[in-house]
């Protein structure tokens, strides 16, 4: 059962953008924190965002200033607004509910989702 649903990647040229969406169940989205990281080819995989369920933001190194991500809670959908892209932002990148527990059925569990991953590549 797919819980979390990645879109948005793509090609761009350098200095373009791209918005990525991950959509995810109502109740893995409500209780748990969610992420983005990404993983270039020959690399391990790195954070670069997370958001917990209050909103309060973390950026990997380097990237707050050109990256955003953020939580629409009444879609469920976790975002990331990527400007000012490089080559070296060419990775997949990753949706994850990795924070916190959510409510299954009555019982708590932990939150350890990943999605399937999304293709962005930037050429210069």
């Known amino acids: 059962q797919v819980q979390l649903v990645e879109s948005g990647g793509g090609s761009v040229q350098a200095g373009g953008s791209l918005t990525l969406s991950c959509a995810a169940s109502r109740s893995i989205f409500s209780g748990c924190g969610m992420g983005w990281y990404r993983q270039a080819p020959g690399k391990e995989r790195d954070l670069v965002a997370t958001i917990s369920t209050y909103g309060t933001t973390v950026y990997g190194d380097s990237l707050k200033a050109r990256f955003t991500i953020s939580r629409d809670n009444t879609k469920a959908t976790l975002y990331l607004q990527m400007n000012s892209l490089t080559t070296e932002d060419t990775a997949v990148y990753y949706c994850?509910?990795?924070?916190?527990?959510?409510?299954?059925?009555?019982?708590?569990?932990?939150?350890?989702?990943w999605g399937q991953g999304t293709q962005v590549t930037v050429s210069s």
């Open positions: 994850a509910a990795d924070r916190g527990r959510y409510w299954r059925g009555a019982q708590r569990e932990d939150c350890n989702f």
